[in-house]
């Protein structure tokens, strides 16, 4: 509970501790892999907090585990993590993306189990792909992309999203179709279209905001990693804002 209350200042842009996550930028073409930016420190490796929804989406459409946008339906049951109030309903895959809901990402872990979990995200190559979760705490499936054991960098965020768009996971195909549609932002920006994640929390006293995914438009796709030591919300904004800037 700790964790997600930490996360939830930090969320709020509430003051932590003095630290602050490291700044980075990283944009690449998904096809070529090259850097058309690269400023900050991007090796370093965080949780991936809510970010990991999206990894999670692939995982549970390809699993059977969620079936389109708008179901599963999952009901909210007393003892899950509800810090937010928008938390305390029912939810489906569109709603659990759109608000970011902590505990239907823990139902889709536990419906595909330790294993099967364990063999996704060693399969992604995401980051140190070390879901056991806290030392003698038994939480992998809860908790370990929450500020625990599952680290990975903006650099190795891009990598794992150019497999994505690349469809190089050996996934059904539906499931990345229906992972898009999810983080499918509504209008494009710039004339490109934007497909993203946030996520928000801290590690080790530190804020931490990130936001990843891709852009399209006509046919070429590009993909991003930020992270700062804001809310993700706000990384979301300052990206957005600055993309008209980034791009010809």
């Not at 209350?5 to 998904?30: E, N, Q, T, V």
């Not at 090796?43 to 585990?65: C, E, H, I, N, W």
């Not at 899950?80 to 872990?109: C, F, K, L």
């Not at 996520?199 to 995914?213: I, K, T």
Request: net charge positive.
């Amino acid at each position: 509970m700790r964790r997600y209350l930490l996360s939830l200042l930090a969320g709020l842009g509430l003051p932590l501790l003095a630290h602050s996550a490291p700044h980075c930028l990283a944009l690449a073409d998904a096809a070529s892999g090259q850097w058309l930016l690269h400023e900050g420190v991007c090796d370093q490796r965080l949780p991936p907090m809510s970010t990991f929804k999206l990894p999670l989406a692939l995982m549970g459409y390809d699993a059977g585990v969620l079936w389109d946008e708008q179901s599963p339906v999952l009901p909210y049951k007393p003892g899950y993590v509800d810090w937010r109030p928008a938390w305390r309903q029912p939810h489906a895959p569109r709603s659990w993306m759109r608000e970011s809901v902590v505990w239907y990402s823990q139902q889709i872990t536990l419906q595909l189990g330790e294993e099967r979990f364990a063999r996704y995200v060693k399969r992604f190559g995401y980051g140190n792909a070390d879901v056991s979760g806290d030392a003698g705490k038994n939480n992998g499936l809860s908790d370990s992309w929450l500020g625990s054991s599952l680290r990975i960098s903006p650099d190795e965020q891009v990598g794992f999203l150019r497999r994505v768009v690349g469809r190089q996971l050996a996934l059904k195909p539906a499931a990345y179709d229906m992972t898009a549609a999810l983080v499918q932002w509504p209008e494009p920006v710039a004339g490109w279209q934007v497909f993203g994640k946030t996520g928000s929390g801290s590690d080790a006293g530190q804020r931490l905001g990130w936001y990843v995914g891709w852009l399209e438009r006509d046919g070429r796709r590009l993909v991003f990693a930020q992270v700062g030591s804001v809310n993700g919300l706000e990384v979301r904004d300052s990206f957005l804002k600055r993309l008209p800037g980034l791009l010809p």
